[in-house]
């Protein structure tokens, strides 16, 4: 069973930065696309930001120019900077990747970082 570990999440004022990461073991083969979608009280769960393996990025319309995903092949791990956040961004931050191993090929999901901005 691969479980992706997330760290970073917190409050932040309106403006602030916060980095979130979310690693997968290093006993996996690969993780292939990796991205962050968050949640919203009373909300659909929804894409923020992908990336490649090779670093191709797709971003929402709500984040372009203020978030950033980038990722580490070596260490297996995915980031979301997020600046210029506003109160709208609270949410469930959850990671997701397409993990490889040595007998499997399936997306697994982390278990979620609360992110809060106060307005």
């Known amino acids: 069973q691969v479980q992706l570990v997330e760290s970073g999440g917190g409050l932040v004022q309106a403006g602030g930065s916060l980095r979130v990461s979310c690693a997968a073991p290093?006993?996996?083969?690969?993780?292939?696309?990796m991205g962050w979608y968050r949640q919203a009280a009373g909300k659909q769960r929804e894409l923020v930001a992908a990336?490649?393996?090779?670093?191709?990025?797709n971003y929402a319309d709500f984040v372009k120019g203020r978030f950033t995903i980038s990722r580490d092949n070596a260490k297996n791990t995915v980031y979301l900077q997020m600046n210029s956040l506003k109160p709208e961004d609270t949410a469930v931050y959850y990671c997701?990747?397409?993990?490889?191993?040595?007998?499997?090929?399936?997306?697994?999901w982390g278990q979620g970082t609360q992110v809060t901005v106060s307005s």
């Open positions: 290093g006993s996996i083969v690969s993780a292939n696309d």
């Open positions: 997701n990747a397409d993990i490889l191993t040595r007998t499997t090929l399936r997306t697994y």
């Open positions: 990336i490649s393996k090779i670093g191709s990025t």
